[in-house]
Structure formats: C-alpha cells, structure tokens
C-alpha cells in the first residue's frame, strides 16, 4: 500500500500514474479542500504529526511513502522524512520543475531577510504569511496580499489582523500585469514555487511593469527522499522502490537512450570523467536519471524496454561525440537512412524523428557532433516495417514523451476504460479523446476549459473507446485523429493498429477522387504524404470526405451523444 501527500498539482498527477495500476492507495490532503477523482484511492484528510502518521502507516500496512505536495511545506516534509526513517519506509519526494535562478530577482532565505525599501508591496506567498509579513507594515510598507477566496483564508487572513481592505483575492485567469497596475505595487514578493506554482507568468508580469521582484527561495529536501519531478521519474521510481505494484513496468524509447549516451560521451569529451548515470531531459521538462556505459571512443546505453514487447529490448544504443563548429546529428551504424519523402526530414537523413533531435540539442547545448549508432541495428530493422516504409539499414530513433508504457491489448484497453470513467466522474459532459500525446497537446490549446481528466487517450481503439462513452452515457465526444489512423477509420477499420490492417491506396484514391482531386497516390508511403500533394485550396474538401466517411463508421456507436470528428494535420492545423 502506498500513502501520497499531496493537496497540489502534482498531487494530480500522481494519482493519475498510481490509478494506471489498478491497485489501492492512500491520499492525503491537509485540508481536504481540493477536489479530485480517485477510482482507487481512499482520501484521508487532516494534518498528521510523526506519531499520527507512523500509527497510520503500521495500522495500514504501508510500504512507500510520496511526499507531493508544496514545495514550502516544510513541516509535511521534515515529518514523512522521520516517519519513513523511523519505519524504515522508502519516501519520494516528488518536487516540481523549477526554472534557474535569475540575477534580476532578490533572493531570501526566510522571511527576515526580505528588504523594506519599497512603498507598495504585493506579497504573493499566502495566507499564512501574513503574520510574517508586519514587520514591513511597521517599517511604513504598504502590503497587499494575495490569498485564495475560500472562507478558511479569510478566517485565517483575520487571525492575523489582516486589514480586510489589503486582502486581494485570486481569480483564475487573472491578469497579473493589470493587479501590479491597480495596486500601484513597486514590489512583488512570491515563493520560489516552480513552473506548475506560476513562478514564471508571475515573474513575467513584474519585469514588464517595471516591478521590483523579491522572492523567498524554497527550503532544502531531507536527505532521505529519492527525488524526481515529474510523472514519469515518478511512475519508474515506484516500480523501482516498489517492483509489485504495477504489473507491467515502463521502459526508455530509443530516443531516451540515444540523448543519454550523447550526454555521458559529451561530458567525457569535456571533463575525461565517465559518470555510471547521467541526468535526461524529458520533452515534458523533467529529469530522470539513466544508466550508462562506455566503450572506447563513445557511450552507450542498453535498451531497456520494460515489460514492452520491443525487438530493440537489449540494444547498445551508442553515441559518439566530438567538436565542430556547428550542432549536427548523424547516424552511424544500425541507423535507418530515410529514402522517400513524406517524413519530417529528406531522403537521405537518418532515421532520427524529431523528439529524439530536439532532446539531443535541449540536454547537449554546444556547437558538436553527435554520431548515433546501434550495433546490429540491420538486422533488428528487418522485423519492423522500417523496411516497408521506406526505411533502410537499421532501426529508428524514436519516441514522443521519452518513456515507454507497456499494456498487453486486454491492459491497454482497460486502461481507457479506466480514463473514461474518470473523465464522466470529473463531471464534464464533454470528452476529447485523441491517438496520442501529439494530438492531445493540441486539441488541449482548443479545448483549454476542459478539465485534464476530459482528455483521454485511445492508441489505436478508436471503435472501442466511443463504445465506451456511449456505455457511461457521455453526452458529447470530439474524436482528434490525424490522417494515418484517420484514413483507416474512414474505411471501417475501428482498429487502427499496424497489424490489424495497413494502409488502403485504393481507397485512397476512392477518397480523392470524391474531393475532386487528380492526386496520384500510387507512390505513397505513408497517408500524411497527402498533406503535400494535395493542392492547397483542394486540402479542406479532401478533408472533409475523409471525415464524412469517418463519421459514417463511428456515428451509430455514440447513438445517444453528439460525436465530433476533427481531422489534424502534421503542423497542427485542424479540419472539421
């Protein structure tokens, strides 16, 4: 069993990668005021001291304690690191992302070291610092503070002799720039609260007003706790700390492996030091820590596809790296080479997508080249369809999100029906579901009044995960697919997994000819080739067909709801 401290965002996405394993835990909120959906999860709310919370871990047979939530909760952190030594329990903190400390802002260690020339103060670090905060008024500062429009806050803000006149309260959505003005603040005081606390909008605001910025910096974590920050460090630290809980364990894509190889052969190159693990950059910001090796001249890491039925499970993922006077990747051997077009770089390229390159330059920034190769790549290539794809000589560097998920087909698809049932729970009446994290980023920015439980995920089961609305009686559902998976839903296949069917040229070329295209596609490898040879003012029509043969297939299994359709190029660009 495992007991999670949260209250906070990242409380969320905790739950979130504790319900994929379908197993008990606990939650536990100090004021039980956030509002969140626990399938299976048990809340418990109040504070808990040592003895309270080492009563509670005995009595409930706990075995890892996570520490999620704010980052200032300084008592909460010192009381689970005691508890968890004293029961000689793991612990993981799971801290957020915080941006590097700039020069332009003063730093405090607590709240006395805070200055006292300014006139108007807007203090952004919450209710309970307002006591902490009289010494100003005294020295003459006038202070606003910013709290949140709960009755508790205001109780609290009055305990304190708060001038009810100098409490403002936060709204979602606001306009930090138009309060700094109204106040009339020359100063701004918050926490070192990290990317998900607003740091950045916050401080963003006071540098174009003009406002001075004040910050307190956040206290140090106890020793004892394994630290990641985010949900995937988080997910691959309970499977290390806890290798029972989920049944199926998650691995690293190659893309992961290629950037954490690069990573060790460039800090041997510069230092002549060879780390055993090297800290990575996920695409979503956070860090985890990846085993390395090394050989002579390069780095390596061995693929680790988890419980994930993956042929490159066990590869030498190998970079070697020297300087140059510009940032280049190139591919060695076991290195596809790209020989049509259709793909995010031209013939002749190797087979590196763009997460993996973006990920290379992001963790390595400096003029050099990075060589990857795969030993026995070639021969791994010849049992994926890199060969039917235009792909030739070895394998793909890949990966979206950086982190391999296993589920066997029953898993996966109960796993969605695991995310529907959350997002009818959220009480939204409106569900997005999507093929994957590249859809889902985007339908988020057009559908950015959704909760996140509203988005839900469906791989390649698209006829399944609509059946499952129409079971949990969701009155309206928007299907996002681009055009790979589209133009196999448009020809009936509700599955659009590779190896339940492949792309139809003939019903393509039904398609456009029904839009009124003499698009020739007999060449095509792959369906998002059509974004580029279809004409431009021919593109929306074209789109619209596929769509309406979309619906034709999809509209009766949602026959109590409203289904949209809409059909998502490969910049982003939608068509409904």
């Known amino acids: 069993m495992i007991l999670l401290f949260g209250g906070t965002t990242e409380g969320r996405k905790a739950i979130k990668e504790l319900e994929e394993a379908g197993k008990p835990y606990f939650y536990s909120t100090k004021t039980g005021e956030q509002d969140v959906v626990l399938q299976h999860g048990q809340r418990t709310d109040g504070a ?40 000689q329990l793991p612990a993981i903190r799971f801290e957020r992302i915080f941006p590097p400390r700039s020069d332009d802002i003063t730093w405090c260690d607590d709240y006395g070291q805070i200055p006292s020339d300014m006139r108007v103060l807007l203090a952004t670090t919450g209710v309970q610092s307002i006591s902490k905060l009289k010494h100003l008024e005294e020295k003459g500062v006038t202070v606003y503070y910013r709290i949140l429009p709960r009755e508790s806050s205001l109780q609290l803000a009055r305990k304190q002799g708060a001038d009810e006149e100098r409490l403002c309260y936060y709204h979602e959505g606001e306009d930090e720039r138009e309060l700094l003005e109204s106040l009339h603040a020359d100063a701004l ?45 988080l997910r691959r630290m309970v499977e290390k700390l806890l290798p029972d809980y989920y049944d199926l ?3 690293l894509t190659t893309g992961t492996c290629a950037t954490a190889a690069a990573k060790a ?7 002549h030091e060879r780390p055993g693990q090297v800290d990575v950059t996920l695409p979503n910001g956070e860090t985890i820590d990846v085993d390395v090796h090394y050989g002579d001249g390069y780095a390596y890491v061995v693929k680790d596809s988890g419980d994930d039925p ?6 030498q993922i190998r970079a070697e790296v020297s300087e140059s006077d510009q940032f280049e990747i190139c591919g060695g051997e076991g290195i596809g080479t790209i020989t049509v077009a259709g793909f995010d770089y031209p013939p002749g390229s190797p087979a590196i997508n763009k997460v993996p390159r973006q990920m290379l330059r992001q963790n390595i920034n400096d003029t050099v080249r990075i060589t990857i190769s795969v030993p026995g790549g070639a021969a791994v290539a010849a049992r994926t369809f890199n060969p039917r794809l235009g792909i030739e000589g070895g394998i793909s560097i890949v990966g979206v999100s950086g982190i391999i998920k296993p589920f066997s087909e029953e898993a996966f698809v109960d796993s969605i029906r695991k995310c529907m049932q959350v997002a009818k729970a959220s009480g939204s009446r409106h569900v997005v579901i999507n093929s994957g994290a590249k859809s889902e980023n985007i339908l988020r920015s057009l559908f950015a009044d959704l909760p996140p439980q509203a988005f839900v995920q469906y791989g390649n089961y698209i006829g399944d995960t609509i059946k499952m609305a129409a079971e949990l009686a969701i009155e309206h559902v928007t299907l996002g697919v681009m055009l790979g998976k589209a133009v196999k839903l448009a020809a009936g296949q509700l599955d659009t997994h590779s190896r339940k069917g492949v792309m139809d040229k003939a019903f393509i070329s039904e398609l456009l000819r029904e839009a009124d295209c003499d698009t020739d596609c007999s060449q095509l490898t ?26 034709a297939h999809c509209k009766s299994l949602l026959p109590n709801g409203e289904l949209t359709i809409l059909l998502i190029d490969e910049k982003g660009n939608i068509y409904r």
């Open 48 to 87: 808990m001291d040592t003895d309270a919370m080492v009563l509670f871990c005995k009595q409930h047979g706990i075995r890892l304690l996570i520490d999620a939530a704010h980052p200032f909760a300084s008592q909460l952190h010192q009381t689970v690191a005691t508890a968890a030594a004293l029961l």
């Open 189 to 233: 005081l918050l926490k070192e609260s990290g990317i998900t606390g607003g740091f950045v909008e916050k401080t963003a605001a006071a540098r174009e007003k003009g406002v001075r910025i004040i910050a307190l910096k956040r206290p140090p974590t106890p020793a004892i706790f394994h630290q990641v920050n985010g949900e995937h460090g």
């Open 249 to 251: 364990h998650s691995g």
């Open 265 to 271: 052969a460039y800090i041997a190159m510069k230092t």
């Open 310 to 315: 993956d042929v490159t499970n066990g590869l």
């Open 526 to 551: 792959l369906a998002r080739e059509l974004w580029d040879m279809i004409p431009i003012k021919k593109k929306a029509v074209f789109a619209q067909v596929v769509i309406t043969h979309c619906q």
